[in-house]
């Protein structure tokens, strides 16, 4: 099972990631990071560290999310990405398609206290 939840930086709304995101959560993911580009500013975020599981169904929604935000003009930064899910983006190169940084650059980019 899937859950997200929302927190605020200074101009990029992230969704913290939690369980396995496999074909059964993809409408649950994809209708969450929607609402997320309603609050973006100019980027937004997901945190990946506590997600389980993903499968190509999940991987392939990321792509679609990614996609969407940069036609919208919104850089959408994966962060704090366990090691187990990091495994699968370097296996399928997502590493270098997506953009994907630390939870330290991401809250260093993002803090309200930077501003």
Do not use: H, W
Not at 38 to 51: D, W
């Amino acid at each position: 099972m899937l859950e997200i939840e929302y927190v605020s930086f200074s101009n990029a709304p992230a969704m913290i990631v939690r369980g396995r995101y496999d074909i059964s959560s993809i409408t649950t993911f994809e209708e969450s990071f929607k609402k997320l580009l309603e609050k973006a500013g100019s980027a937004v975020g997901v945190n990946l560290k506590n997600l389980t599981y993903i499968d190509s169904s999940g991987i392939g929604s990321l792509i679609r999310c990614f996609n969407l935000a940069r036609k919208r003009g919104i850089t959408c930064y994966f962060y704090d990405i366990n090691s187990d899910i990091m495994t699968v983006f370097q296996l399928s190169k997502l590493d270098t398609f997506l953009k994907v940084v630390t939870n330290e650059e991401f809250e260093l980019r993002f803090n309200d206290s930077n501003i």
